[in-house]
Each structure stands twice: as structure tokens, then as C-alpha cells.
């Protein structure tokens, strides 16, 4: 399928979604969110992949969101001239939020490979990730605060749970740029690349080593973490154990432990797709 916004490949279990529309920095306008929500509807439906790579093209990851979204060629307004106006943009940003939290609750583990700028909504898709990669030249920006706004799809929300609280401060209030080294030393960004080949090849490393695990395990990880980000340690241990009695499988382990022996990659199997209950065949009687 072409896309305007996106190019997607899966290659060997592995979903390589980048960015592309270097000659516009990538910037984000609705076409984007509903690419990128239907191309995450189908990763998750389908489960085509066990991991999930997203990069982007040219000289920034994005820069943020497109100055002419919210004008009428755009076709969406803010309408803050009356109270049921104003009610109504609450349920506009839900439905922007929820492309990106479609990253989080994807069944699979997220890579971000961030070059150049990750500037306003970018830091939204970016802390949506699993993992973030990053190139030297990276910096990251809320950008929001610079004009004369809130960041208000997710970043003020997930990053406090990434690196420090103080560091969200400094940044949502002076809307400086955060250099890849320091988002290193904070705790943003995983590893810093010199170079967008060796970044991406790295990202593309790290997909293999996912795409070879057990799904199902995978999963179970992804969604332990996320439980224990959110929950008192006590809470998270009682889900763990109700998660873990849902997914055991042995026959993960001899297989495991029966590759080892005989030197040879293990074989799992992907997790089956989804059906959605709106999709039932079920016809009244």
C-alpha cells in the first residue's frame, strides 16, 4: 500500500516505518494521523512483526506539527468562542492522542531512531516508544511552549516517566533544545549514533534480537513494564503473577533449551491476529 507520509517494509519479522516527507521536515498534518493510525491498527490486527522500527528522512525527524493544521484548508478549527466550542476540543485532542497511544499499546516492542530535530509532536510519537535511538546531531524540543501553547498530546504525560521531573520542567517551560548527549546522560535516549546508517543499522540489530524471542514473552514484558511504571510495586507483582499464569507456555523453555543443544536459532510462534468484535460474521436469527 502507498502512503503519503510513510513508507512501510517487514522484513524477517521486523516493521520499519520511516517518516517521509524529508522536502517538508516531516511535518505533521491530518493525512499523518490517519496513515499512522490505520498503518498501527493493521501492525496490531495482524501481527505481520514482532518489532517495530520507526525512523525518518532528511535533515530532521519532524519538526512538529505544520503551521496550517488549524486553518481552514486544513478543515479543523478550535472553536473558543463558546463553551460547547470549547467542550468540543477536548474530544479533538483524545482523538489526536490516540494515534500515539496506539505506539504504546502496540503488541510489539517500538524502536525510535531519531536524527536531527524531534521537535513538538515528535516528542510526543518518540516517548510513545519502547527505545529511543539517536544520532549526535539529535536535540529534542517542546516546541509547543515557544508558541504560546501547551504540549498536549502526551509529552508532558509520558516523559516525566522517562527522565527526570526537573528536566521536564526546564524544558516544557523554556522550550530549549535537549542535545542528544544530555538526553543520553538523562536517560532519553539509549545510545547515540555518529551517523544515521550506523543508527539505523543498530536499530535494525536490536529488532532481530527482539524478532527471535518468544512473542508471547515479549508481550508479557511490554505490558509488566508498563504496569509497574504506573502501579505500587506491591500491585505490579500481583499482576505479574495473574500475567504470567495467562501466558505460560513451556514448551518455550525446551524449545529454548532444545536450540542451544543442537545449535541452532529456536523457533516460536507469532502471536495470532486479532479479530475485533465489530468484524463478527454473527448475523440475527
Not at 89 to 108: G, K, P, Y
Not at 142 to 155: F, K, P, S, V, W
Not at 195 to 218: C, F, N, T, Y
Not at 240 to 247: N, V
Amino acid at each position: 500500500m502507498t502512503y503519503q507520509c510513510f513508507s512501510l517494509t517487514i522484513e524477517n519479522k521486523i516493521a520499519h516505518l520511516v517518516l517521509n516527507r524529508p522536502q517538508a521536515l516531516n511535518t505533521m498534518q491530518p493525512v499523518m494521523w490517519r496513515e499512522l493510525a490505520a498503518i498501527l491498527q493493521q501492525l496490531q490486527r495482524d501481527a505481520p512483526a514482532r518489532a517495530l522500527v520507526i525512523s525518518s528522512t532528511g535533515k530532521h525527524f519532524t519538526a512538529g506539527m505544520a503551521l496550517d493544521v488549524f486553518g481552514n484548508d486544513a478543515g479543523i478549527t478550535l472553536d473558543e468562542a463558546s463553551a460547547g466550542g470549547r467542550a468540543n476540543i477536548a474530544a479533538q485532542l483524545t482523538d489526536m492522542q490516540r494515534a500515539f497511544s496506539l505506539i504504546e499499546q502496540l503488541r510489539m516492542p517500538v524502536i525510535a531512531a531519531i536524527q536531527g530535530g524531534c521537535i513538538g509532536g515528535g516528542v510526543d510519537i518518540v516517548a510513545a516508544c519502547d527505545i529511543r535511538l539517536a544520532t549526535a546531531d539529535a536535540f529534542f524540543c517542546i516546541q509547543e511552549i515557544n508558541i504560546g501553547m501547551t504540549a498536549d498530546l502526551g509529552t508532558l504525560q509520558r516523559l516525566p516517566k522517562l527522565i527526570p521531573e526537573g528536566i521536564v520542567h526546564e524544558l516544557a517551560y523554556t522550550g530549549r533544545r535537549l542535545p542528544a548527549q544530555r538526553a543520553l546522560a538523562v536517560g532519553l535516549v539509549n545510545e547515540v549514533f555518529e551517523s544515521h546508517e550506523a543508527m539505523l543499522a543498530a536499530a535494525m540489530q536490536m529488532g532481530r534480537e527482539i524478532a527471535d524471542k518468544p512473542p508471547v514473552a515479549i508481550w508479557g514484558s511490554k505490558q509488566a513494564i508498563h504496569y509497574a511504571r504506573d502501579h505500587s510495586t506491591q500491585d505490579a507483582l500481583q499482576q505479574m503473577g495473574w500475567l504470567q499464569s495467562g501466558i505460560w507456555q513451556s514448551g518455550n523453555l525446551l524449545e529454548a533449551f532444545q536450540a542451544k543443544q543442537q545449535g541452532r536459532a529456536p523457533q516460536f510462534d507469532d502471536l495470532p491476529p486479532l479479530r475485533s468484535f465489530e468484524e463478527s460474521d454473527y448475523t440475527l436469527k
